[in-house]
């Protein structure tokens, strides 16, 4: 980045210009800071991040002191990207500006080391968005929160190929507390993913592994197992969970005769997070109509049982759409 000289600038802004009118100029980018004067402002952010993380390593509990943290990162990741913008370079004998082969000096010159910066700008940012979504009741990607990275993420997914397998091989062989460690391990490994989707993936199928849940009878895995990938793992085991939470929707709401796991999960694959888009063929009609027949002898759930016919199909609308919305959330 270029910064102009006093001559320049005082031609550009004259002698009238207030101190608002400089920031302005300086957000604008039209008058730059000084590389050591944005360095300062941003170790002043993290400073205050650390405060409330217990130095980088937990998201706070409260909600005000969330929302803090999440203005805060926000004032961080656009610092990170101004920082970014000065080339480096040597200036009376010392060195200025951001090396993107060097990385690790600006994190160093933030005052803080690679791990910290990594849980910063990975693990609790992810963590954060979770729970303000949580606490909002919104999909997470409807937090407005973005991350700009002082070092490029790198996903070693031969990393997680190896843990998925070591986890199938240690469930197997019985070893609980070696089963555990390594659930724990792909737990903090996908706390660093962008991909919050494949990341929940990931979480899912180790969770269907250690329970016992995948693989299922019939499943063609050798013992001790060894991977290529984790891929088709990941995917075989979202299937189950898949196909078990259709069903036991279908044994809750009393509509196992009413309509098949493919049939619901096909009608479910079109919709779209948020949207009233289930019923444009009438099948979703045709599934309330069919299961107020049968719900007070059939359904599992015993409030459900009790339901008037006309609060059962209500409820098994919004039931149907929640189950879709869950199923779909990016």
């Known amino acids: 980045m270029q910064t102009k000289t006093s001559a320049e ?17 300086v957000e604008t980018g039209v008058l730059a800071n000084s590389f050591k004067a944005e360095l300062a402002n941003t170790r002043a952010i993290v400073s205050e991040i650390a405060g409330i993380t217990e130095q980088f390593t937990a998201v706070p509990a409260s909600e005000g002191m969330q929302e803090r943290m999440a ?3 926000r004032d961080y990741s656009r610092a990170v990207s101004r920082l970014k913008q000065y080339n480096r370079e040597t200036a009376n004998g010392e060195e200025d500006g951001f090396s993107y082969d060097n990385p690790e000096q600006l994190i160093e010159a933030l005052g803080m080391t690679v791990e910290e910066e990594s849980m910063l700008s990975n693990s609790l940012y992810n963590e954060l968005k979770e729970k303000m979504a949580e606490r909002k009741q919104i999909p997470v990607y409807q937090i407005e929160l973005a991350m700009t ?7 070693n997914y031969d990393y997680l190929t190896e843990l998925v397998e070591n986890l199938l091989n240690y469930v197997h062989d019985g070893e609980e507390e070696k089963a555990q460690e390594t659930r724990e391990k792909i737990y903090d490994f996908t706390k660093s993913m962008d991909d919050r989707a494949y990341a929940k993936e990931i979480n899912n199928a180790a969770d269907a592994i250690v329970k016992g849940h995948y693989p299922a009878a019939g499943t063609e895995l050798t013992y001790p197992v060894k991977l290529s990938k984790s891929d088709d793992i990941i995917k075989a085991a979202n299937e189950v969970i898949l196909g078990d939470k259709i069903f036991n929707f279908r044994l809750q709401w009393g509509i196992v005769d009413v309509v098949s796991n493919e049939e619901l999960q096909a009608l479910i694959a079109g919709h779209t997070y948020g949207r009233n888009d289930l019923d444009s063929e009438g099948k979703l009609g045709k ?18 049982r009790a339901l008037k016919k006309v609060e059962y199909r209500n409820q098994l609308d919004l039931a149907i759409y929640k189950l879709a919305d869950s199923m779909v959330e990016p």
């Open 9 to 25: 600038l005082k031609d550009r802004i004259g002698p009238g210009t207030t101190d608002p009118d400089k920031q302005k100029l």
């Open 287 to 304: 599934i309330k109509r069919a299961g107020a027949k049968e719900y007070e002898a059939k359904a599992q759930d015993k409030t459900i």
């Open 71 to 73: 203005e805060l990162m």
């Open 149 to 155: 990275h002082v070092k490029d993420v790198q996903v």
